[in-house]
Antibody
Framework: QVQLQESGPGLVKPSETLSLTCTVS?????????WGWIRQPPGKGLEWIGN???????YYNPSLKSRVTISVDTSKNQFSLKLSSVTAADTAVYYC???????????????WGQGTLVTVSS | DIVMTQSPDSLAVSLGERATINCKSS????????????LAWYQQKPGQPPKLFIY???TRESGVPDRFSGSGSGTDFTLTISSLQAEDVAVYYC?????????FGQGTKLEIK
């Protein structure tokens, strides 16, 4: 059973960098699939942030591209999100997820982490 | 970018009755390589992550009750619950995965009347 778990600070100051890690269990990232990040501001809808393959190939949402970096560490079976220059608008629950097709990013996420709330505030 | 618009924003249906949620994309999401529509439906309950219910517009994910069905093609899609159960109360989202940036509808809140 594939499981994902987000971790990282729950509070980030404005203008700083948000950093989250997703630890995957039950499947080796290096064996395939794209892995991604999605966020949800409190009481609002879902926004796709980006996907990464085990090779390091990435796809980002253009609305965030200048501030986002997604990376993968296959030795730790983890992938990570960095979002720079955060503002209050970046306050959200951040989910990590697995994309359901083995080697195609154009597929829906099927396994999701429980999510972690990150608040941007001084 | 493809904009996904759901209707209605909220819906109240009696137990045992049919519930219908609509989703419209600003451009076709029909994937020519497999002639399937790159459209998914998710169910989200409070405090939980979204759960994939339907993909390729009409394929139910394993374990999803058969009272849930998806239909539509091109730009217009529908999620139907044939006989509403209490456990179906949730927010439902559609998503296009045809092209990046992948985008979601604003959500439809389904309640019991």
């Amino acid at each position: 059973q594939v499981q994902l778990q987000e971790s990282g600070p729950g509070l980030v100051k404005p203008s700083e960098t948000l950093s989250l890690t997703c630890t995957v269990s039950g499947y080796s990232i290096s064996s395939g699939y794209y892995w991604g990040w999605i966020r949800q501001p409190p009481g609002k809808g879902l926004e796709w942030i980006g996907n990464i393959y085990h090779s390091g190939s990435t796809y980002y949402n253009p609305s965030l591209k200048s501030r986002v970096t997604i990376s993968v560490d296959t030795s730790k079976n983890q992938f990570s999100l960095k979002l720079s220059s955060v503002t209050a608008a970046d306050t959200a629950v951040y989910y990590c997820a697995r994309v359901s097709c083995h080697s195609d990013t154009n597929c829906p996420p099927d396994y999701w982490g429980q999510g972690t709330l990150v608040t941007v505030s001084s | 970018d493809i904009v996904m618009t759901q209707s209605p924003d909220s819906l109240a249906v009696s137990l045992g009755e049919r519930a219908t949620i609509n989703c419209k994309s600003s451009q076709s999401v029909l994937y020519s390589s497999n002639n399937k529509n790159s459209l998914a439906w998710y169910q989200q309950k409070p405090g939980q992550p979204p759960k994939l219910f339907i993909y390729w517009a009409s394929t139910r994910e394993s374990g999803v009750p058969d009272r849930f069905s998806g239909s539509g093609s091109g730009t217009d899609f529908t999620l139907t619950i044939s006989s509403l159960q209490a456990e179906d109360v949730a927010v439902y989202y559609c998503q296009q995965y045809y092209t990046t940036p992948y985008s979601f509808g604003q959500g439809t809140k389904l309640e019991i009347k």
